[in-house]
Nanobody, 122 residues
């Protein structure tokens, strides 16, 4: 079992930045590839970013490419999502997730955090 806890969400003005953190516990963090997703009210959960076990390879959704950066610190068992140039349409609950696969869809992730709310005011 991998336990994930997100933090860092909040209210920010359009154009601003936030950094989300996801702290992992349980099984060996460095064995897992990690992803970030979000879900806005009335919408499906959306893939945002994926990072390899070492952090050397990343993938991004087109909607956030160039604005969001995923990173990880295996010594701290933590994955991050740096979000810049935020827009009102980025408002959602943000989730981190863990998988043993290279995965860009939510169905391929095995463990999920509880989510953290990000609200971007225009």
């Amino acid at each position: 079992q991998v336990y994930l806890v997100e933090s860092g969400g909040g209210l920010v003005q359009a154009g601003g930045s936030l950094r989300l953190s996801c702290a992992a516990s349980g099984r060996t963090f460095s064995n897992y590839r990690m992803g970030w997703f979000r879900q806005a009210p009335g919408k499906e959960r959306e893939f945002l970013a994926h990072i390899s076990r070492s952090g050397g390879t990343t993938y991004y959704a087109d909607s956030v490419k160039g604005r969001f950066t995923i990173s990880r610190d295996n010594a701290k068992n933590t994955v991050y999502l740096q979000m810049n140039s935020l827009k009102s349409e980025d408002t959602a609950v943000y989730y981190c997730a863990a998988t043993l696969k290279v995965a860009l869809t939510s169905i391929d992730y095995d463990y999920w955090g509880q989510g953290t709310q990000v609200t971007v005011s225009s």
